[in-house]
Each structure stands twice: as C-alpha cells, then as structure tokens.
C-alpha cells in the first residue's frame, strides 16, 4: 500500500513538474518596436473565449501610442445584429527590458490599480517586417494570429500553427475569424 501512494504521489509531482516546466518554455519574442508595432491589425484566427463570442467577424485591433507611455487598444467586430462592437482598453510594458510582454486592460481606469484586471499580452511570434504577430499567455488559455491585411496565405498560417504547437498551444482549437463581413438590416452575411 505504501509503495502504490509513493509512486501515486511520485506520479502527480511529475505532472505538476511537467506542466511547470511546460509554462516555463514558453518565450515571447526577443525584441518588438513598439512604434512598429503600433496600428491596425486583422485577426486571423483565435481560440474561442467568452469575451468574443459576440463576434461574427471583422474583429481588428488597433493600438495606439499615448503619451505616458502606455498603448490604447481599440478592439473592434461585427456582431450577428450588425452593430460593430467596440472595446477600448490599455496596454502597458511592465518590464521594459522586455516589450514583447505587455499587459492588457479592459476594466475601467479606476481599476487599473487592481492586479487582477491586467492580463498577459505576450507576442510570441512576429513576422520580421511586422506583417503579422502571434499573441499567447504563459497558461496557454488564450492565443490569437493577428495580421496586417484581412486575409494571411495559408503556407504563412500553417507554419504560424507548426510554430504554436512547438510552444504547447494545440492547433487543434484554434478556429479562423471571417474578415469582409457585410452587415445587411437584420443580420450579415459574410462575403466572398
């Protein structure tokens, strides 16, 4: 009996080593041009989250330079009824040693003290020319391929996906965001 609760506990220390171990490798990328970085971005592809379930398509992001220093970030989509659905937040780089780990806010200002209201924003792949970039987190809950045009050739998003799934990110639940999306009176419909 002792020997099967000694290797029980061996088998869930393993685990949890793995899975920190796993969280551990996670990289964002060496370097990232704030200024480069900035502007309009399309989304390609994401994991589905609550926070987006709204969206039908046309969901861009848009980041902006404040003055302070931190980034405004103007996320933007089409919703079923064809209302464009706008949330507008605050990003910021609490290690400025590294830019590629930012943290994003969506609650109100007044909460912007809270720890809990700032999540990870990290860019973990970018196209030297800064022609798309791939956000993840370190618990891998969340990831998005954004790209500056609406539409990203499919060599370009399978290698983006061979990449994610090196890092522990399962390609599996990643699902593609239609961009070109009409709004008609009293629906969408999606476009060609």
Same mark, same amino acid.
Request: glycine residues 6%; aromatic residues 10%; proline residues 5%.
């Given at each position: 009996?002792?020997?099967?609760?000694?290797?029980?506990?061996?088998?869930v220390i393993?685990a949890?080593a793995?899975?920190?171990?796993?969280?551990?490798?996670?990289?964002?990328?060496?370097?990232?041009?704030? =200024?480069?970085?900035?502007?309009?971005?399309?989304?390609?592809?994401?994991?589905?989250?609550?926070?987006?379930?709204q969206? !039908?398509? =046309?969901?861009?992001?848009?980041?902006?330079?404040?003055?302070n220093?931190?980034?405004?970030?103007? =996320?933007?989509?089409?919703?079923?009824d064809?209302?464009?659905?706008?949330?507008?937040?605050?990003?910021?780089?609490?290690?400025?040693?590294?830019?590629s780990?930012?943290?994003?806010?969506?609650?109100?200002?007044?909460?912007?003290?809270?720890?809990f209201?700032?999540?990870?924003?990290w !860019?973990?792949d970018?196209?030297?020319?800064?022609?798309?970039?791939?956000?993840?987190?370190p618990?891998?809950?969340y990831f998005?391929?954004?790209?500056?045009?609406?539409?990203m =050739?499919?060599?370009?998003?399978?290698?983006?996906?061979?990449?994610?799934?090196?890092n522990?990110?399962?390609?599996?639940?990643?699902?593609?965001?239609?961009?070109? !999306?009409?709004?008609?009176?009293?629906?969408?419909?999606?476009?060609?």
């Amino acid at each position: 009996m002792k020997s099967i609760l000694a290797i029980m506990i061996a088998v869930v220390i393993s685990a949890t080593a793995f899975g920190q171990e796993k969280e551990a490798k996670l990289q964002s990328v060496s370097g990232l041009d704030l =200024n480069r970085y900035a502007g309009k971005w399309y989304e390609i592809a994401k994991y589905p989250n609550k926070f987006q379930k709204q969206c !039908v398509g =046309n969901v861009t992001a848009t980041y902006t330079l404040k003055q302070n220093g931190r980034i405004e970030v103007l =996320n933007q989509c089409l919703k079923k009824d064809g209302v464009t659905e706008n949330a507008k937040g605050e990003a910021k780089v609490p290690d400025k040693s590294m830019p590629s780990k930012l943290k994003v806010r969506f609650a109100p200002g007044a909460l912007s003290w809270l720890p809990f209201v700032w999540a990870n924003y990290w !860019v973990i792949d970018l196209d030297p020319n800064y022609r798309y970039a791939v956000i993840g987190e370190p618990d891998r809950d969340y990831f998005w391929i954004l790209s500056r045009e609406p539409e990203m =050739n499919d060599a370009t998003y399978q290698a983006i996906l061979r990449k994610a799934e090196a890092n522990g990110f399962n390609p599996a639940r990643v699902e593609k965001t239609p961009q070109n !999306v009409q709004s008609l009176k009293g629906g969408v419909v999606e476009r060609n």
